[in-house]
């Protein structure tokens, strides 16, 4: 099977300012390779506060999905914090591989960047 159970992105942070057409985001890039549906699982982690952890998403079989941090609510509605430094685990109940992306539009000269996520298991 090609893919982990959980993933970690030590590195997260939604800029709270985006210039121009495109709104500065981040976003968990899923691939699911298997034949079943991936319920996904969020909890994000604080320098300062609790921990979020009520953050669900789902990627279908064989297919990719693209998780925007500033869209996602959690069940009670909430949004992840702007402007905040923030950890991600990400759950799966079957194995998936996850990517991290950063979209910066804080200045005209935008920044993109993406990384793996650290597969834990």
Not at 3 to 8: A, D, E, P, R, V
Not at 35 to 60: K, V, W
Not at 81 to 107: E, M
Request: with cysteine.
């Amino acid at each position: 099977m090609i893919g982990k159970l959980t993933w970690i992105i030590p590195d997260g942070f939604l800029q709270p300012k985006s210039t121009g057409d495109q709104i500065s985001h981040e976003a968990v890039c899923v691939l699911n390779l298997t034949d079943e549906p991936a319920d996904i699982h969020l909890t994000l982690y604080f320098e300062d506060r609790e921990p979020m952890n009520q953050f669900f998403s789902e990627c279908g079989p064989n297919r990719t999905h693209h998780i925007r941090l500033d869209k996602i609510r959690d069940k009670n509605g909430n949004e992840i914090p702007r402007g905040v430094p923030y950890a991600i685990k990400v759950d799966s109940n079957v194995p998936i591989i996850v990517q991290h992306s950063r979209l910066d539009t804080s200045q005209e000269a935008l920044a993109l960047f993406t990384t793996m996520g650290y597969a834990a298991n």
